[in-house]
């Protein structure tokens, strides 16, 4: 990453200014010297992850991208599409359509969207969690289980990782934590806003996961 304003290496959407940078701020001196937070078992980090650095034309194209979700959501869906067609194995621009199709209103292909971006990138933990919520807000709660394999811990869905990006931790712990709720099981629940507060008390996502669980 070369600039606070290129995409977030979360994969969010959103510029790093904005996202990741701003969370990091929120860290003490000493995690942020070590640059990773200790959880259970696996570390959650701010800082980009390998396997999310792109070529230059790529992160040009995001910014790009970036700068039109918001201010000119119909041509981002343009550019997101031409994008996907350049890059059909890059699940982050999928990210970005849901984002313009979500800023227009357009539920109809949003659902399309989330519907294809798993299909395609079952494993993808975005994927799998923007699935699941869909799932959840039709009224289909027991597909929960299979489309996380039955496991609702990070490192059991992805033994082969040891560390985290602090929006994969934040995004999977609100969608497990929501899911726990609706099944009435609001003791685990409570574990997953747990860990979301110890990581990043502010986050959205730990405050309607906070809220949901006051109701």
């Known amino acids: 990453m070369n600039s606070v304003y290129d995409p977030c290496s979360c994969n969010s959407g959103e510029k790093f200014k904005f996202c990741c940078y701003k969370k990091r701020l929120q860290l003490t001196e000493n995690q942020a010297n070590n640059q990773c937070v200790t959880l259970l078992t696996y570390q959650v980090t701010y800082e980009p992850l390998k396997n999310t650095e792109y070529p230059p034309e790529v992160i040009t194209r995001m910014n790009d991208i970036c ?112 899911y726990f709720t609706k099944i009435g099981n609001r003791e685990t629940a409570q574990i997953y806003l747990k860990e979301l507060e110890h990581v990043a008390p502010e986050h959205t996502s730990t405050q309607r996961l906070r809220a949901i669980l006051n109701k």
């Open 67 to 178: 700068e039109l979700i918001y201010s000119r959501p119909q041509k981002a869906v343009f550019e997101c599409l031409n994008a996907i067609k350049l890059y059909p194995k890059i699940p982050i621009f999928y990210n970005y359509l849901g984002g313009a199709y979500q800023a227009l209103g357009d539920s109809e292909n949003l659902k399309k969207y989330i519907y294809e971006a798993y299909t395609l990138f079952p494993d993808y933990i975005f994927a799998r969690c923007a699935y699941a919520e869909f799932k959840m807000d039709s009224g289909e709660v027991e597909a929960i289980a299979a489309i996380f394999a039955q496991k609702y811990c990070l490192k059991a869905l992805y033994p082969l990782r040891n560390v985290f990006h602090i929006h994969e931790v934040t995004t999977f712990n609100f969608t497990m934590g929501r």
